[in-house]
């Protein structure tokens, strides 16, 4: 029976049943991908993570080691073979979201940003295949689920895919403005098997790969004064993911306290 509510009289919609969707989630093992999970965990959600390394059992949510997959992204057999165990876990039933969250950005021997003048071959080819080819494979290879589930898929860039930052190395960002790129065709590609694809660029986010000089960059730069919070980054992926973000496909949304202004 339709409720409706007692003021208007309008028909209300019934609150969605979060237990029966499932988030697969790269990079879900510290920061932005740690906190996404718990949301979505807490939301009811199934998730399923992926990472480079084991289930960490310190990790609270119920039934993390059945649903944690080990890959190394940046090996493409691996992956292959990754999403072979991921279309066995999902089982045929649809996929509701995938993040793509994982990424890397080499640095120097004494810590320091790499340029385009002495990043090596080897750390371009690294970074493009995590940051850039996994996402690509990822949404390609689970196609089908997505399409059953309507799918959101969710590309992880950075500020720094848009500007020269002091930190993030070359390939670094050059691999996030591809996958901004990416994330606009993938849209267009995608959109007419109902599945939507969208771009988070997160600015200074108070995780463990924060470079010395961010507290002055902080000040210098971001209009409100501090660094942005994992569970900021984790609200607006879980928006996106669901019906609030319902006609939202091929954006990229700045999360970064305005420093992109």
């Given at each position: 029976?339709?409720?409706?509510?007692p003021?208007?009289?309008?028909?209300?919609?019934?609150?969605?049943?979060?237990?029966?969707?499932?988030?697969?989630?790269?990079?879900?093992?510290?920061?932005?991908?740690?906190?996404?999970?718990?949301?979505?965990?807490?939301?009811?959600w199934?998730?399923i993570?992926?990472?480079?390394?084991?289930?960490?059992?310190?990790?609270?949510?119920?039934?993390g080691?059945?649903?944690?997959?080990e890959?190394?992204?940046?090996?493409?057999?691996?992956l292959?073979?990754?999403?072979?165990?991921?279309?066995?876990?999902?089982?045929?039933?649809?996929?509701?979201?995938l993040?793509?969250?994982?990424?890397?950005?080499?640095?120097?021997?004494?810590?320091?940003?790499?340029?385009?003048?002495?990043?090596?071959?080897?750390?371009?080819?690294?970074?493009?295949?995590?940051?850039?080819?996994?996402?690509?494979l990822?949404?390609?290879?689970?196609?089908?689920?997505?399409?059953t589930?309507?799918?959101?898929?969710?590309?992880?860039?950075?500020?720094?895919?848009?500007?020269?930052?002091?930190?993030?190395?070359?390939?670094?960002?050059?691999?996030?403005?591809?996958?901004?790129?990416?994330?606009?065709?993938?849209?267009?590609?995608?959109?007419p098997?109902?599945?939507?694809?969208?771009?988070?660029?997160?600015?200074?986010?108070?995780?463990?790969?924060?470079?010395?000089?961010?507290?002055?960059?902080?000040?210098?730069?971001?209009?409100?004064?501090?660094?942005?919070?994992?569970?900021?980054?984790?609200?607006?992926?879980?928006?996106?993911?669901?019906?609030?973000?319902?006609?939202?496909?091929?954006?990229?949304?700045?999360?970064?306290?305005?420093?992109?202004?």
């Amino acid at each position: 029976m339709d409720q409706v509510c007692p003021i208007t009289g309008a028909r209300l919609e019934p609150v969605p049943d979060d237990s029966d969707r499932t988030l697969i989630i790269t990079g879900a093992s510290r920061g932005i991908g740690h906190a996404t999970v718990k949301h979505f965990h807490n939301a009811g959600w199934r998730v399923i993570t992926i990472s480079r390394q084991t289930f960490d059992k310190a990790c609270p949510w119920e039934h993390g080691s059945d649903n944690h997959v080990e890959i190394d992204l940046s090996d493409l057999v691996a992956l292959a073979e990754g999403l072979a165990t991921l279309r066995r876990k999902l089982a045929g039933r649809p996929l509701t979201a995938l993040v793509n969250n994982a990424g890397i950005s080499p640095k120097g021997k004494d810590g320091g940003r790499l340029s385009t003048l002495n990043t090596s071959l080897t750390q371009w080819q690294e970074v493009m295949t995590i940051n850039f080819y996994a996402p690509l494979l990822l949404a390609r290879g689970l196609m089908e689920e997505l399409r059953t589930g309507h799918g959101s898929i969710i590309n992880v860039t950075s500020i720094a895919g848009g500007r020269v930052h002091p930190f993030a190395g070359a390939a670094y960002a050059t691999s996030k403005a591809a996958l901004a790129a990416l994330t606009r065709e993938m849209a267009n590609d995608l959109g007419p098997y109902g599945i939507r694809v969208n771009a988070i660029a997160p600015g200074e986010i108070d995780t463990a790969i924060l470079s010395p000089g961010t507290a002055e960059l902080v000040e210098r730069e971001i209009p409100m004064r501090r660094l942005g919070e994992p569970a900021e980054v984790a609200s607006v992926i879980y928006a996106l993911a669901t019906e609030v973000g319902s006609y939202v496909s091929g954006a990229e949304i700045h999360i970064n306290g305005g420093q992109h202004v």
